[in-house]
T-cell receptor, first 111, second 113 residues
């Protein structure tokens, strides 16, 4: 059974600080990794994709991938109250048709 | 205009009724997906389609059926709705290939009484 694990939270972070969200996955053949942001009652929104080991930065967001440790993370710098949401980690294995989603981490930015 | 649209956005129905949820996309993607989301359970894949002639079951297809009327349209039907099908339903599209990013529609909130 291929799995994607996330801490459900809530993770509380002061405004302006760095929020760090973590995700582990079980399938070593995984090739593509995604972070989605989901506000309550809304649909998931793709915010970051990463395919190679290392860091990928986009604005205030940095995705980090370590395939040897089967670990992917998302850093949010200068956290804002509008970042309060559930963040879903998703993983696609090589040759697989389907993305496996984690259950998400709830992030709460404290004003 | 939104790239992925779903109708209706909200629906309340009674046990035993047949319900159809519709999804349309203008992204030009070949792949389309139907998910349901329940609190605490995450996203569960119901059905997916890679083109008009290719339909595949997901994790939780029992009680559901789909139709891919065109590249841009993918419908989900509940043949005889039951209360535990009350959930948020999302359609998603993807372009496939090595990266296979998926993009979600706004969702349909379905309540079965």
């Amino acid at each position: 059974q291929k799995e994607v694990e996330q801490n459900s939270g809530p993770l509380s972070v002061p405004e302006g600080a760095i929020a760090s969200l973590n995700c582990t996955y079980s399938d070593r053949g995984s090739q593509s990794f995604f972070w989605y942001r989901q506000y309550s009652g809304k649909s998931p929104e793709l915010i970051m994709s990463i395919y190679s080991n290392g860091d990928k930065e986009d604005g205030r967001f940095t995705a980090q991938l370590n395939k040897a440790s089967q670990y992917v993370s998302l850093l949010i710098r200068d956290s804002q109250p509008s970042d309060s949401a559930t963040y879903l980690c998703a993983v696609l294995a090589w040759g697989n048709d389907k993305i496996i989603f984690g259950k998400g981490t709830r992030l709460h930015i404290l004003p | 205009d939104a790239d992925v649209t779903q109708t209706p956005r909200n629906r309340i129905t009674k046990t035993g009724k047949r319900i159809m949820l519709e999804c349309s996309q203008t992204k030009g993607h070949d792949r389309m997906y139907w998910y349901r989301q329940d609190p605490g359970l995450g996203l569960q894949l119901i059905y997916y389609s890679f083109d008009v002639k290719d339909i595949n079951k997901g994790e939780i297809s029992d009680g559901y059926s789909v139709s891919r009327q065109a590249q841009a349209k993918f419908s989900l039907s509940l043949e005889s709705a039951i209360p535990n099908q009350t959930a948020l339903y999302f359609c998603a599209t993807g372009q496939g290939g090595d990266y296979n990013e998926q993009f979600f529609g706004p969702g349909t909130r379905l309540t079965v009484l």
